[in-house]
């Protein structure tokens, strides 16, 4: 038996497709991945059964993109699914893994989508379709869509598929295809409907199964939290707060994730290290040596660079991105609970990750018991008893009499009573983190209405499922522009994987911009490091990291370079946003000379462009467009 697959390079893939898997942030292979990959690449059938949350969707996306042939213009590669959400997904799956796959094509077609957009993409020419049953044969019947080229066959989520009643369009479907072709079949269970499909339509299939190691984690609670995407960074901001925690471990699935989630936590005011796989051996090592020796409390890992970890007071483990496989799932938690103590883990599951969730639950034989996010009640509950107790253990261990004069000069110069001016000292001491929490508020400072355009960037690897409804029109020039996000940044960049975050996030069309430099008053003194000053920026203002030019950092302030037209309420913003708790107090310095090492790159500061489309006329009218047309070469290093 060979031995396993534990990396991209051994599998065969291409060099545009490797580039991409590095620039995403994957550091290895999930197990299904390393199994599918290369009886599909030979032109195999499969049976895979696999849930979402495995990496089934690279599993079969990368091998088919490999074998497509980009000259020639018509459907190669047809993807069933049971959702159009899934449709959705997977189609930025494809066009995601293709980035550098130059004039590929790939269309989601679902019910519900105006027609006569898909028709005209469909004419243009595409390589991959992805959709569900009913629209596929509406296209099939009115011989819009044409099949004869077809080479493969992905049935994704097959039991579902069943399930939802779908299974003989299925079986339409395929007999509408090419005899020669090559089906692959997923679903995360084989009921008997499935095997029938299966028999009649694949040719000696591999069968992938991953088998799951079952195992007891006896000293660790489990407990799991229901939570969208875009709302896990709250979520996770307001564990952390509510928690009785030591150290937190929090894993992520990539690179780019571990990192850009540390500088959001930073820029919320919890101070976080990332630890992965592009980190030097000496860096990770101090970090981890850090969190040992309680000088750092959060770190944000991926599996591989967290195997093995034994820090014992971890007493948190948090699944900020549900696991691959079980057995990660396992590795993971057992971070914590070392040494016979007990443990906390605690696992952020979309509710389409449920599935995955109930086979971790069997895997570990023991119940992930359900848990919602700490309410803006409980959390204001936890901020009055520790505001309580800090000043009743500053009363016991301080000596006080200088300040109780202060306090006694004031009652009698003012004639106001000690309670009136303790209340004031109390609201001074709370502003950071305010005790009145008003009822759905978040936890954290209130952000400018441009920050809501942002993406959630601390799912950078993930499925753009923030793209979606752009997809299906990525070269409609005529599509409704999108309104361009405010401006955006980039983060540490001392960091390869976030090189390649920018690269990857690179739009395609440029639009110019211009650079405005700004004033921070805060610096080296202040302990100011480039990193957290993008988080927060890129947090507080809904400005991307990629957009965040040049930053200097100097004693007592930093000089940051940022896209000009920043509105003002966003800068009004920036001037409170605290960087190791000291305001920001942005001001204006004017733009950066025209040359010399100052000068800004090209940028598109279009939603639209990022997906391939070109910027629509109307898009150009927006203040933050209407100024690019200026700009010069961006800056990348930072002076630090
Ligand atoms: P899927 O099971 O296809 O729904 O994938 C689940 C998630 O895992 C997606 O967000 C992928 O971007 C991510 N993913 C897929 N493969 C890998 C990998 N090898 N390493 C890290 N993340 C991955």
Redesign the pocket.
Known sequence: MSPPITQFEELALSPPLLQTLKE?G?????PI?AACIPPLLAGHDLIGQ?Q???????AFALPLLERLDLTDRQPQVLVLTPTRELAIQVAE?FQSYARHLPDFHVLPIYGGQSMSLQLRHLRRGVHVVVGTPGRIMDHLRRETLTLDGLRSVVLDEADEMLRMGFIEDVDWILEKTPAEKQVALFSATMPEPIRRVAHRHLREPREVKIQTRTATVATVRQRYCQVGVQHKLEALTRVLEVEETDAVLIFV??KIAATELAERLEARGYPSAALHGDMTQALREKTIEQLRGGGLDIMVATDVAARGLDVQRISHVVNYDIP?DTEAYIHRIGRTGRAGRAGEAILFVAPREMRMLRVIEKATRQPITPMQPPSQAAIAGHRLNRFKQKILDTLAAQELSFFQDVVGQLEREQDIGARDIAAALAYLMQRDRPLQLPEGAEAKPPRPQAADETRDRAEP???PTRRRERLGESADSTAKPTRPRAVDGTRDRAEPADRSTRQRERPKESTEFEVMRYRLEVGHQHGATPQNIVGAIANEAGIESRYIGRIEIHDDHSTVDLPTGMPEEIFQHLKKVRVRQHPLNISRLGRPGPSGPDRAGRRSVLDKAEAGVKPSRSAKTNPVDREAKTASRRQREIKS
């Open positions: 995403v994957y550091e290895a292979p999930s991945q696999a979402t949350g495995t990496g089934k969707t690279a799956a699935r990539t691959s690897a993930d499925r």
